[in-house]
Structure formats: structure tokens, C-alpha cells
């Protein structure tokens, strides 16, 4: 991640010992005794030893590791709701620890908000309620609340629904209220406490994609618990894994995958699913365009000829995917001497964003003769996916950026 | 065997010596007790004076609208019915000025019992050490027979209606604290850290969270104070509180079987009345 960017959470020494005996434990763990030890010797369990990370802002920051390795205990001290044993936090370089209840619930109210695993929403309420309940306790009139939380449902996704219940929706809906109650009080920072996890895998994709939408246009600085890597690999601009209490690595999901710190991490990312983690944009190669506007048959025979492909990918000036043609038509055409080759271009070429995972293509690449393209927004071309490419990224090569 | 033949010769305990000696003590607190017989005494015929400003029909009337209000969303003919009947039938035996009496000291001692009750329950589920006070208090108040509430209640605050309620109340507040505490403790963490990481102030946490929540076993527990109040009418008849219990009583006094278990049906039928109205209260109710 680029060092350019402010610090908006920096935690200092953050540790949480639950139990007695709590100073015996801490030394403990300063003689570098780890969790198990330290419980049997004096009944406290460690639940976070001294972690220290920086986290900027706007970035999405996942913070992973299996149960027990501290990481839900992690992210209520970041907002207080459990006190730490020692060590700071700091938001926006003020010390929550050292603020009082009023100034503390503030914090709350207007700077973080929180996702939870399964959700957390009032049954007695309905969705619009619910939806308000973060400005409804900060004395927002009726009129701005309810129009603040109808923005924050429309931003998820959900409308429709606002009088029914959260038993009435499925898990995946549940989250989006859940998700639109956090975001209707317009926090800067949002702690998601595996947000995700209680939910099907393909709800779970979708969420997870939903989140990447909106960070896209509103930018927060995102904390993410998880304890699956995939996800964590999806969506995190930086990653820090957490074992038994400690921070074990700090990094971009690349750093992870290629500088794994120990062997712990190692075994943890042998299990990825690489399908998930690579995108389009890893795995797509240049392709041979002609630029319809510059090239007539003849001239694009003679690239295709001199780059030995059968299918060329038309442009425009702008670089816009017009459509392929095949080097047989274009034969053809040759032969007929005719100087356009418009009505040869298929136009029907299947197409993708850089940004999609690749095993949401993995069906349509196997069946299609025709390479993928890959497009921006604006349609213009930036590469193409092959067969072999994939499969060699797959199989963990690196992609070549030539055919 | 020598100290279990020295545990027999101890003198026996002047008990009850100690407990008289303490009534006695409170009793010169006059002025006090005076005042809170007032009090009760002026809830009990406030109620009581409503009940005989409205005429038997319109009486009737209003508890069938109120039933049919109460169960809007799912309604219960037959219960309406047997309301209807069972009013009629108190009516027709000439029992309805007892019943209203009846019903007055029920309604005042339920009142009572969940204006102390509900702060007692939801300070006990915030305090563990309210809670390991109240307990055993709760356990000793719903276990001493109700009989033994009469004595000093006459005591302190003379024969009537009012020593009846503070009987009443005594027996029958426990279960509203006790399911008060429970809804509030059973209260999901995750609705606590939610309502906490949003930035409600405790009061806020209490009223838009936890007591919504433990609706439900809150209203379980008045439903099952009332229950506990009316059973205590005949036995606060003893001490001159009027009613229906009044009407038992004499009845057993006099060997009247049949006088007795018509009275005694109209208490029943005061009762489902009663128990049927505060569970469909119990009964989450939603908007569409």
C-alpha cells in the first residue's frame, strides 16, 4: 500500500488479558510464553498481546485469523466496547482510552459504526426503524432520520421493505439492513465483525462484492474481521493475520500470498482457492487489435498474418471494442477486393471487467470459442482472457503478457 | 453424643419474642403507615368509584370492546362469548358490586406490585449484587404462607381493603421481578454491543432495547401476579377486605356449600377474564 496515505486508526500496544491474575499473565507473555502456557500457569486467557498496526484511510482493512486468535476481542477495543487490559487507540490521533463517557459515545454516534456476524438487529422493530435506530438515539428529527435511513436501505439494496420485520427477510437481506443501520449515521469508519460469515457462500459473494461497490463510492476506512482467507483476500487492501492472540503478518493480499512470514501462514494460504483470488485483470493477456478507423482487409490480414492469430479484435480511436473478426472472412474479403471490413466484424463477443473473479468465469471460458474480452466502463479494451492462461495461473504461473 | 445432648438443652430461641418486638418498633412509625394507607387507600377507591359510576351494561360492554381490541389481529370468538355469559351469570347471582370490589383490589395490588416490581427486576439484572440480595428475599416472600402477611399488615395498617393490598402485594410481586430480571439478562449480547456500539446512553439501551425485548416475560410475570393477587382475595377477606372473597368466607363459616361455590365461581370466571386479557397483552403485536 502506498505510504502517501494518512493515518486514520493507529493502535499502540494493544492488549486485553480477561481473568485474574492479570500482571502474572502479562509477564507471562512478555517472557514469550504463548497463550495455552499462559493460561494453564495462572487461569487468565490473553485475548490480544501487544498488536500494533496502523490503518489508513479509506483503505479496507481485514483483519484474520481462525476463532480464539483475538481478532472480535481486537475490534471492540477499537471502539470500546471491551476495555483493554493496556495500550492505546488511536482515531484520528485521539486516544479513545483516555476519553470520558459522553466525548466515548460521540466516537459512536458519529465517527464508527458496527456490522455484526449475525447482525444484531432489533426484532421488535421494523426494517426502516432499524435502519434509523443510530440517528433515532442522537435526537435527529423523525423527517431527516427516516430519509437518511431510506438512502442508506437504497445504498444496500433494499427497498421495499421497510415495514416488514428482520424475521421476515433472509440472512443475507438481515446484513443489508444491518449494513444500511451502520452506514444512515454516515460514519468514517466502519467495524464489520464477520459481517458475512453467518451467511450462505453465495449471499456471501455477493455481499461481498456489494461492499466493494459501495467502498468505491463513499471510500470509508473499513475494518473487516474474517477467519476465511478467501475473503480476506477479495477484499482486503491490506491484511493482518492474527494467531493466538498476536499479530503474526502485516500486508497487501500479494505480499501475503508471495512473502508469507512463517509456516503458519504458509499452510494457511496452500488451501486458497486461486479461482477466487485471481481476477480477470490477473490472468488477461494483450490481444492483436486493429483500429477499424486506420486498417482496411488488407492490412489487417497482413498483422494477423505477421502476429499468427485467426482472430483479431477490432477498435475504434478510442480504443472501444467494436468486435473480432475471423482471418477466414478476411480472406475472403481480400479476395473480393472489397475495402471495408465492417460487415465481417462478429459483434457479439463475450466481455467481462478487469475486476471479476475468475471462477465466476470459469463456466463460460470452457465454453465459448471466443476469448473473453476484458473491458472498462467505458467499453474500451484492455486485454483478453484465454484457456491456457487461466489454467496456467491456476496452477500458479505467472501469466505472460503475450500470446 | 455429649454436644448433640448439649445442642437439645439449649433454651428454645425467643423467635417469635424478636419479631413481635420489631412490629411493635414499626408501629410507632404512625404518621408513616397513615400516610400509605391513605395512598393505597385512595388508588383502591379511585378504581372502586369509576367501577360503581358505570352501569352493569356498559361495563360489560367495555371489557367485550377492550377483549376484542386486545386480540384485533387474531380474534377468539369463544372467549367472547364466555365473557359475555360468565358477566351476565356474575350479574344474575348478584354477586356484581363483590366482584367490582374483587376486581378493584386485584387491579390496585397488581398496580402496585409492578410499579415496585419493574425497577426491582431491571436493577437486579444490572446489579449482580441486587440480584444476590433480592433472590433469596423473593424465595422468602412468595414462600411464607400468605396467611402470615395478615398479622402484621392489620398491625400496621388497621382492617379494610388496605392491609388485603399490602398482603397481596407482598405475595404476589416476585414473579414480575423475577421475569423482569430474566427478560432483561436473556437480552441477545449482540443486541447489547449493538445498542452500545451505536452510542445509547444507558437509558436509551434500557427503554428502545432490553425492555422492548423482555416484553414478553416481562408480561408473563404480571400476567402471573395478577393470577397470584386474586388468589389471595379470600384469604384478605379475614381482614375485611370486601368482595367476592368476603362471600366464601362466610360461607365456610357457615357450612354453606352452595353459596360458597357459587361465589367461588365467580372468581373463576374473574380470573380467565383476567388471565385471558393480559396474555393476549404478553403477544408480540406488529404493524401489517
Given at each position: 500500500?502506498?505510504?502517501?496515505?494518512?493515518?486514520?486508526?493507529?493502535?499502540?500496544?494493544l492488549t486485553k488479558?480477561f481473568?485474574?491474575?492479570?500482571?502474572?499473565?502479562?509477564?507471562?507473555?512478555?517472557?514469550?510464553?504463548?497463550?495455552?502456557?499462559?493460561?494453564?500457569?495462572?487461569?487468565?486467557t490473553v485475548g490480544v498481546?501487544?498488536a500494533?498496526?496502523?490503518?489508513?484511510?479509506?483503505?479496507?482493512?481485514?483483519?484474520?485469523?481462525?476463532?480464539g486468535s483475538g481478532k472480535s476481542t481486537l475490534v471492540r477495543m477499537?471502539?470500546?466496547l471491551i476495555?483493554p487490559?493496556?495500550?492505546?487507540?488511536?482515531?484520528?490521533?485521539?486516544?479513545?482510552?483516555?476519553?470520558?463517557?459522553?466525548?466515548?459515545?460521540?466516537?459512536?454516534?458519529?465517527?464508527?459504526?458496527?456490522?455484526?456476524?449475525?447482525?444484531?438487529?432489533?426484532?421488535?422493530?421494523?426494517?426502516?426503524?432499524?435502519?434509523?435506530?443510530?440517528?433515532?438515539?442522537?435526537?435527529?428529527?423523525?423527517?431527516?432520520?427516516?430519509?437518511?435511513?431510506?438512502?442508506?436501505?437504497?445504498?444496500?439494496?433494499?427497498?421495499?421493505?421497510?415495514?416488514?420485520?428482520?424475521?421476515?427477510?433472509?440472512?443475507?437481506?438481515?446484513?443489508?439492513?444491518?449494513?444500511?443501520?451502520?452506514?444512515?449515521?454516515?460514519?468514517?469508519?466502519?467495524?464489520?465483525?464477520?459481517?458475512?460469515?453467518?451467511?450462505?457462500?453465495?449471499?456471501?459473494?455477493?455481499?461481498?462484492?456489494?461492499?466493494?461497490?459501495?467502498?468505491?463510492?463513499?471510500?470509508?476506512?473499513?475494518?473487516?474481521i474474517?477467519?476465511?482467507?478467501?475473503?480476506?483476500?477479495?477484499?482486503?487492501?491490506?491484511?493482518?493475520?492474527m494467531?493466538?492472540a498476536?499479530?503474526?503478518?502485516?500486508?497487501?493480499?500479494?505480499?501475503?500470498?508471495?512473502?508469507?512470514?512463517?509456516?503458519?501462514?504458509?499452510?494457511?494460504?496452500?488451501?486458497?482457492?486461486?479461482?477466487?483470488?485471481?481476477?480477470?485483470?490477473?490472468?488477461?493477456?494483450?490481444?492483436?487489435?486493429?483500429?477499424?478507423?486506420?486498417?482496411?482487409?488488407?492490412?489487417?490480414?497482413?498483422?494477423?498474418?505477421?502476429?499468427?492469430?485467426?482472430?483479431?479484435?477490432?477498435?475504434?480511436?478510442?480504443?472501444?471494442?467494436?468486435?473480432?473478426?475471423?482471418?477466414?472472412?478476411?480472406?475472403?474479403?481480400?479476395?473480393?477486393?472489397?475495402?471495408?471490413?465492417?460487415?465481417?466484424?462478429?459483434?457479439?463477443?463475450?466481455?467481462?471487467?478487469?475486476?471479476?473473479?475468475?471462477?465466476?468465469?470459469?463456466?463460460?471460458?470452457?465454453?465459448?470459442?471466443?476469448?473473453?474480452?476484458?473491458?472498462?466502463?467505458?467499453?474500451?479494451?484492455?486485454?483478453?482472457?484465454?484457456?491456457?492462461?487461466?489454467?496456467?495461473?491456476?496452477?500458479?504461473?505467472?501469466?505472460?503478457?503475450?500470446? | 453424643?455429649?454436644?448433640?445432648?448439649?445442642?437439645?438443652?439449649?433454651?428454645?430461641?425467643?423467635?417469635?419474642?424478636?419479631?413481635?418486638?420489631?412490629?411493635?418498633?414499626?408501629?410507632?412509625?404512625?404518621?408513616?403507615?397513615?400516610?400509605?394507607?391513605?395512598?393505597?387507600?385512595?388508588?383502591?377507591?379511585?378504581?372502586?368509584?369509576?367501577?360503581?359510576?358505570?352501569?352493569?351494561?356498559?361495563?360489560?360492554?367495555?371489557?367485550?370492546?377492550?377483549?376484542?381490541?386486545?386480540?384485533?389481529?387474531?380474534?377468539?370468538?369463544?372467549?367472547?362469548?364466555?365473557?359475555?355469559?360468565?358477566?351476565?351469570?356474575?350479574?344474575?347471582?348478584?354477586?356484581?358490586?363483590?366482584?367490582?370490589?374483587?376486581?378493584?383490589?386485584?387491579?390496585?395490588?397488581?398496580?402496585?406490585?409492578?410499579?415496585?416490581?419493574?425497577?426491582?427486576?431491571?436493577?437486579?439484572?444490572?446489579?449482580?449484587?441486587?440480584?444476590?440480595?433480592?433472590?433469596?428475599?423473593?424465595?422468602?416472600?412468595?414462600?411464607?404462607?400468605?396467611?402470615?402477611?395478615?398479622?402484621?399488615?392489620?398491625?400496621?395498617?388497621?382492617?379494610?381493603?388496605?392491609?388485603?393490598?399490602?398482603?397481596?402485594?407482598?405475595?404476589?410481586?416476585?414473579?414480575?421481578?423475577?421475569?423482569?430480571?430474566?427478560?432483561?439478562?436473556?437480552?441477545?449480547?449482540?443486541?447489547?454491543?449493538?445498542?452500545?456500539?451505536?452510542?445509547?446512553?444507558?437509558?436509551?439501551?434500557?427503554?428502545?432495547?432490553?425492555?422492548?425485548?423482555?416484553?414478553?416475560?416481562?408480561?408473563?410475570?404480571?400476567?402471573?401476579?395478577?393470577?397470584?393477587?386474586?388468589?389471595?382475595?379470600?384469604?384478605?377477606?379475614?381482614?375485611?377486605?370486601?368482595?367476592?372473597?368476603?362471600?366464601?368466607?362466610?360461607?365456610?363459616?357457615?357450612?354453606?356449600?352452595?353459596?360458597?361455590?357459587?361465589?367461588?365461581?365467580?372468581?373463576?370466571?374473574?380470573?380467565?377474564?383476567?388471565?385471558?386479557?393480559?396474555?393476549?397483552?404478553?403477544?408480540?403485536?406488529?404493524?401489517?
Amino acid at each position: 500500500m502506498s505510504t502517501n496515505k494518512s493515518t486514520k486508526v493507529e493502535v499502540k500496544n494493544l492488549t486485553k488479558i480477561f481473568g485474574k491474575r492479570i500482571a502474572k499473565a502479562k509477564e507471562l507473555s512478555r517472557q514469550g510464553k504463548d497463550k495455552s502456557e499462559i493460561l494453564k500457569e495462572t487461569g487468565a486467557t490473553v485475548g490480544v498481546d501487544r498488536a500494533d498496526f496502523k490503518i489508513y484511510d479509506g483503505e479496507i482493512f481485514v483483519i484474520m485469523g481462525l476463532s480464539g486468535s483475538g481478532k472480535s476481542t481486537l475490534v471492540r477495543m477499537i471502539n470500546r466496547l471491551i476495555d483493554p487490559t493496556e495500550g492505546e487507540v488511536l482515531i484520528d490521533g485521539e486516544n479513545v482510552m483516555k476519553m470520558d463517557k459522553k466525548k466515548l459515545r460521540d466516537v459512536r454516534r458519529k465517527k464508527m459504526s458496527m456490522v455484526f456476524q449475525n447482525f444484531g438487529l432489533l426484532p421488535n422493530r421494523t426494517i426502516l426503524e432499524n435502519a434509523e435506530y443510530g440517528l433515532e438515539i442522537q435526537g435527529v428529527d423523525k423527517d431527516t432520520r427516516e430519509k437518511k435511513a431510506n438512502e442508506a436501505l437504497e445504498t444496500v439494496g433494499i427497498t421495499g421493505y421497510n415495514e416488514e420485520y428482520p424475521d421476515q427477510l433472509s440472512g443475507g437481506m438481515q446484513q443489508r439492513v444491518g449494513l444500511a443501520r451502520a452506514l444512515a449515521n454516515d460514519p468514517e469508519i466502519l467495524l464489520m465483525d464477520e459481517a458475512f460469515s453467518a451467511l450462505d457462500p453465495l449471499n456471501r459473494t455477493d455481499m461481498q462484492d456489494q461492499l466493494l461497490d459501495i467502498q468505491d463510492r463513499l471510500h470509508k476506512t473499513i475494518i473487516f474481521i474474517s477467519h476465511d482467507l478467501n475473503e480476506a483476500l477479495k477484499i482486503g487492501d491490506r491484511i493482518m493475520i492474527m494467531k493466538d492472540a498476536r499479530v503474526i503478518q502485516t500486508g497487501t493480499p500479494e505480499d501475503i500470498l508471495t512473502h508469507p512470514a512463517n509456516e503458519y501462514v504458509e499452510n494457511f494460504i496452500e488451501n486458497v482457492d486461486r479461482s477466487k483470488v485471481l481476477t480477470a485483470g490477473n490472468v488477461m493477456i494483450r490481444p492483436m487489435t486493429i483500429n477499424i478507423e486506420k486498417a482496411g482487409p488488407r492490412l489487417t490480414l497482413k498483422m494477423m498474418k505477421a502476429n499468427e492469430v485467426s482472430t483479431a479484435y477490432i477498435v475504434n480511436n478510442e480504443r472501444k471494442l467494436i468486435g473480432v473478426v475471423d482471418a477466414n472472412d478476411v480472406i475472403k474479403l481480400v479476395r473480393e477486393k472489397k475495402g471495408d471490413i465492417t460487415p465481417i466484424i462478429q459483434t457479439k463477443v463475450p466481455t467481462t471487467d478487469e475486476d471479476t473473479p475468475i471462477s465466476d468465469l470459469m463456466d463460460d471460458i470452457s465454453q465459448t470459442g471466443i476469448p473473453f474480452a476484458v473491458v472498462n466502463d467505458k467499453r474500451q479494451l484492455k486485454g483478453i482472457i484465454v484457456r491456457g492462461a487461466v489454467l496456467g495461473a491456476l496452477a500458479g504461473n505467472e501469466v505472460s503478457d503475450f500470446e | 453424643m455429649n454436644s448433640l445432648l448439649l445442642l437439645g438443652s439449649i433454651p428454645k430461641l425467643p423467635l417469635a419474642n424478636w419479631i413481635d418486638g420489631f412490629v411493635d418498633w414499626l408501629v410507632q412509625f404512625t404518621g408513616f403507615f397513615n400516610a400509605v394507607t391513605n395512598f393505597i387507600g385512595s388508588i383502591n377507591n379511585a378504581f372502586q368509584w369509576v367501577f360503581d359510576a358505570l352501569p352493569i351494561w356498559l361495563f360489560i360492554v367495555l371489557i367485550l370492546a377492550l377483549t376484542y381490541y386486545v386480540n384485533r389481529d387474531k380474534q377468539n370468538w369463544s372467549l367472547l362469548i364466555f365473557e359475555f355469559l360468565g358477566l351476565l351469570l356474575i350479574w344474575n347471582l348478584n354477586y356484581w358490586r363483590d366482584m367490582t370490589q374483587t376486581l378493584t383490589l386485584v387491579l390496585t395490588s397488581s398496580l402496585i406490585a409492578l410499579v415496585i416490581g419493574i425497577p426491582l427486576g431491571i436493577l437486579m439484572a444490572k446489579s449482580h449484587i441486587a440480584e444476590v440480595i433480592l433472590k433469596p428475599i423473593l424465595d422468602f416472600m412468595q414462600t411464607m404462607p400468605a396467611f402470615v402477611y395478615l398479622i402484621p399488615a392489620v398491625a400496621l395498617f388497621g382492617i379494610g381493603m388496605v392491609p388485603g393490598i399490602v398482603a397481596s402485594v407482598i405475595f404476589a410481586m416476585p414473579p414480575t421481578v423475577r421475569m423482569t430480571n430474566m427478560g432483561i439478562r436473556e437480552v441477545p449480547d449482540e443486541l447489547i454491543e449493538a445498542a452500545d456500539s451505536f452510542g445509547s446512553t444507558e437509558w436509551q439501551k434500557l427503554f428502545k432495547v432490553e425492555l422492548p425485548i423482555a416484553k414478553t416475560s416481562l408480561m408473563a410475570g404480571v400476567n402471573q401476579s395478577m393470577m397470584l393477587s386474586l388468589s389471595m382475595v379470600v384469604i384478605a377477606s379475614m381482614i375485611g377486605a370486601m368482595g367476592l372473597g368476603t362471600k366464601v368466607y362466610f360461607a365456610v363459616g357457615r357450612n354453606d356449600a352452595g353459596n360458597g361455590f357459587a361465589a367461588g365461581l365467580a372468581i373463576v370466571i374473574l380470573a380467565i377474564i383476567l388471565d385471558r386479557l393480559t396474555q393476549s397483552l404478553t403477544r408480540t403485536r406488529r404493524k401489517n
